[in-house]
C-alpha cells in the first residue's frame, strides 16, 4: 500500500465541563489511503463526529486535542498555525455535514454560498468561480446546473440539496473528505443514487474519504474498511468484509445482529441491552463491559488494549469471538 | 407553497406583506407621512419659519379663516400667525428625522455588538450584555432627561439621547439571535470552508438576524417619535426654532383651556396617525417574519 493521506495516530480529544473532564476521542490511530473509503461507524456519543472535527482542527472551546497526531500527506496538522490550516481547510480536506438543509445557509442563493467557497481557496475571478460551480454541480447529477446556481436552498429537494453539499465539498478537489451522515436525512433511494455517485467520483479522482455514519448497511456497499467505535474508543477496525462477515468483538456482533435485514425471518431482533455509558466517569476497564455478554473480572478491571487478530484486522478485546492466528 | 424560479426572500416578503389590507392602507399612510415629511417645503402653503411671510395679525385665527392678506389657515393659525398645516408637516420632518437617523444608528451600533459578543462570547459578551442589563433597567425617558439636562438643547442632542436608550434594545436581541445561528450547521461548514471570519459573520450570520431587527426598528421608529415628543413637550427636546410635532403640541397646551384648541389638537392628531401607522406596519411585518406565525 502507498503512504497513507491520511493518518491519525494517538488521538485524543477531551471536553472539561463542570461534572468533569470528558474524553470523547480515547487513542484513536487510523489510516486512509487515496481512493480508499474508510467507514467509522457507532452510536451516538460514540465520539465518532468528535473524531471529524478534531481531524479539522475545530473543537470548540471547552473541548481540546491533548494528544495524538493528525499527519495529511506527512505533516502534523496539529502543529500547524492556525493561518496555515485555514488554507488547508476547505481545501486539501472538505467536510460533509448530515442535514443539507442546515448546511446551506437558507438566506443566500446557491451560487453565492459556492463561489465565496471557491474564492476563499482560489485566486479566480467570480466569473471563473461560477463556471467552477457549474461543473461542480454538473458533476454530481444536478440537470441544468447553470440555472440551478441562482435558486435559493428552500427551492430545492432534499436529494438535491444533499448533491449541492457534496458539489461544495468535491469543487476544489481536496485529498480527503469528511462525511459525517452524509445521507441519514436522505429516503432510501435517493441515499442509493448518491452513493454510488459518491463512490463513481471518488474513485475516479482518487480522494480518500472518511465516512461516517451509525449504519453497518450504508457502510458494507461503500466502504473498503470500517473503524467501529464504542466509548471513543476504536473498538475494531479491518476490511469491510473481514469485519461484517467474522466480527471479533462483541459490540460489532451486536450492531451486526441488530440490523433487521441480518436476522433470518420470522425471528427476534437482538438489541445490546442496556445504554452507552456516561463519559464522565468511564469504568476502569473496558467501557463495553456492563452490557457485554462475555466480560468478567478481568473486563472490569482492566482496559483492553490493542491486538492484531489477522493483517489488518485489530480489535480491542480480551474474549474476541474468532480465535485469529495472531492471537 | 408554491415554488417559481424568481421566488426571492424580497418577492416573498412583498407578497405576504399585501395579504393584509389594513397593513397596506397602514403602509400607504406611512408613505404619504414620509412624503409629506421629505417635500415639506414644497408642499407646505406656507413656510412658518420665514419671518417675512408670517404676520402677528394673523395671530389664533380658527381652523378654516381667511387671513389678513388673503391666506387661508385651514388649521388655523397660532399665537404668532403661523399656519398650524405647514408648522406641522415642517414638524413632521424634524420628528421623522431625528427617529430614523437614532433608529438607524442605532441599529448599527446593536448590531456590531451583538454580533461581537455573541461570536466571541467570554468578557467581551459579559461586558456588552451586563451594560445592555443595566441600561434597560432604567426607563428610557428617564435616561434622556438625565442625558439632555446634562448636554443641553438641540437636534444632534437629542438624537444622541435616543440612540443611547436604544442601541440596547438591538443588541440584546441581536445577541440572542446570533447564538441561535452560530449553533447552526451552516456556520460550522462555512467554518469548515475555511471562510474568512468577518465573511462568515456578516455574509452568512447577519443576514439570518435581520428579520427580528427589523420588526423591533419598526417598533422603535414610533418609541422614538413618543419620546421626542415627550421630551419636547417637557421642555428639554428640540429648540424652539425646529419645532417638531411634541413642541408644538407643548405650544398650545397654554391654550387649550382658552379655547384655542387646534394650536395642540392637530399636532396631537398628526402624531397620533403617524404612529398607529408606524406600528400597524411593524405589527404586520412582525407577523409575517415570526417563524413560528408562519404555516
Redesign the interface.
Known sequence: MTDPVLSVRGLRTEFATRAGTVVAVDSVSFDVAAGEVLGVVGESGSGKTITGFSILGLIDRPGRITAGEVLLNGTDLRKLPESQMQRLRGDRIAMIFQDPMMTLNPVLRIDTQMVETICAHRDVSTARAREMAAEALGLVGIPSPVERLRNYPHEMSGGMRQRVVIAMALMLEPDLIIADEPTTALDVTIQSQILSEVQRLLAQRRTALIWITHDLTVVAGLAHRVAVMYAGHIVETGAVDDLLDTPAHPYTQGLISSIPSAVPRGERLVPISGMTPSLINLPAGCAFAPRCPQADARCQAERPWQKELTRGHALRCFHPLVQGAAS | MT?T?A???LRRFVADYLTSPLAVVAGLGLAVIVLLAVFAGQIAPQNPYDLGQITIFDGSLPPGELGFEGFRFWLGSDEQGRDMLSAMIYGLRISLFVSFVAVGSAVLIGLGLGLLAAWRGGSIEAIVMRTVDIQLSFPALLVALLLLAALGKGVDKVIIALILVQWAYFARTVRAAALVEIK???V?????????QW?ILF??VL??VMPPVLVIATVQIANAIAIEASLSFLGVGVPITEPSLGLLIANGFDYLLSGRYWISFYPGVALLITLVCINLVGDHVRDILNPRMQS
Open positions: 415554488v424560479r421566488d426571492t426572500p447552526k450547521d451552516y460550522m461548514a462555512a467554518r469548515a470552508a475555511a471562510l474568512p465573511r455574509g452568512h443576514p439570518n
